[in-house]
């Protein structure tokens, strides 16, 4: 019996052993020598200081470019009453990334009580962004609480952002950053990414097909609303704005997805917001620079009203 339990034993210790040491070398490759490769890419470390900065939130936004467009955290601050931040990444981040911004931004404010996950209506159709979880992580624990399979998913992503490290970050950014620019201050406008020239879109026959989405894509959703639930946060579900024509087309898809968040126990706001054209800057889901206090002050005011029948 004895002899069994060591065979057992070291068999264990030969299987965990790559696994540790591959958690350690990545913790402290991207948490320790990180600042050469991504932390000064602009939009990161724009919400990055923001959260070290930061004292006594109330509220905090995550999401990608269509929340980063939408809301404006200072004017949302006055509407509620709450003092709030706009986390916004970029969609290429996905709900991994917005999920360890929720965690920052929870370390360095505890007292958080309310957390608003917006993200476009198409994020369903991306795959899972370990590479957005792997730039964005910032403790040991945020290795360690993945699964095996997670891990080693989260392994191969660092293998290929190693390889080129400045090519993968520009990939990353790749259609929602004006690269040419030398100056990264000057490409932050209004909390968020300066918009590139208008879309037209009076031409556009897209819609959102329900068979491209894969069953493993609300993965980090969930993490997101288990992380909220422990800290007793209050978690309410937004979809960012969208192009109007195409949610007219798309109905069947957003039945499926609002079916899926709300089976995750997720407080859904479902009302969508559609951007009628004209109102649309540089893609199908960022609204008009001009338009954000009024996009700011229509979710409040959904906002509030679900907060109110809850």
Do not use: C
Not at 65 to 72: E, F, P
Not at 116 to 141: C, F, H, N, W
Request: proline share 2%; no cysteine; hydrophobic share 35%.
């Amino acid at each position: 019996m004895t002899t069994d339990l060591n065979y057992f034993t070291k068999k264990s210790i030969l299987f965990i052993s790559p696994v540790l040491i591959s958690i350690l070398s990545l913790t402290i490759y991207f948490t320790f020598f990180s600042n050469n490769n991504f932390q000064y890419e602009f939009l990161f470390l724009h919400q990055k200081n923001k959260i070290e900065k930061s004292h006594h939130i109330d509220s905090v936004f995550i999401g990608d470019s269509s929340l980063g467009n939408a809301i404006d955290a200072k004017y949302f601050s006055d509407l509620s009453s709450k003092k709030t931040i706009n986390l916004a990444l970029t969609g290429k981040f996905g709900y991994a990334g917005s999920y360890n911004m929720l965690k920052r931004a929870f370390r360095q404010n505890p007292e958080i009580k309310n957390a608003y996950i917006m993200q476009t209506v198409d994020m369903y159709l991306r795959p899972i962004s370990y590479t957005g979880y792997l730039l964005t992580a910032e403790t040991i624990k945020d290795y360690t609480e993945l699964n095996i399979i997670e891990f080693l998913k989260l392994i191969k992503a660092g293998l290929s952002l190693s390889k080129n490290v400045k090519y993968k970050i520009k990939d990353l950014f790749k259609n929602e950053l004006n690269e040419s620019s030398t100056d990264q201050k000057s490409m932050i406008s209004d909390d968020y990414i300066k918009q590139g020239p208008a879309v037209d879109f009076s031409k556009d026959t897209e819609f959102l097909k329900i068979k491209k989405i894969s069953g493993d894509r609300f993965i980090f959703l969930e993490k997101i609303k288990d992380f909220a639930k422990t800290n007793h946060i209050n978690l309410i579900y937004l979809h960012g704005p969208y192009l109007q024509k195409r949610l007219k087309k798309s109905e069947s898809y957003i039945e499926f997805i609002n079916q899926k968040i709300k089976d995750l126990d997720i407080l859904l706001i479902d009302q969508l917001l559609g951007i009628k054209n004209g109102e649309n800057g540089d893609t199908e889901d960022h609204i008009r620079p001009d338009l954000k206090k009024q996009y700011t002050k229509n979710y409040w005011e959904l906002i509030n009203r679900a907060v109110q029948d809850k």
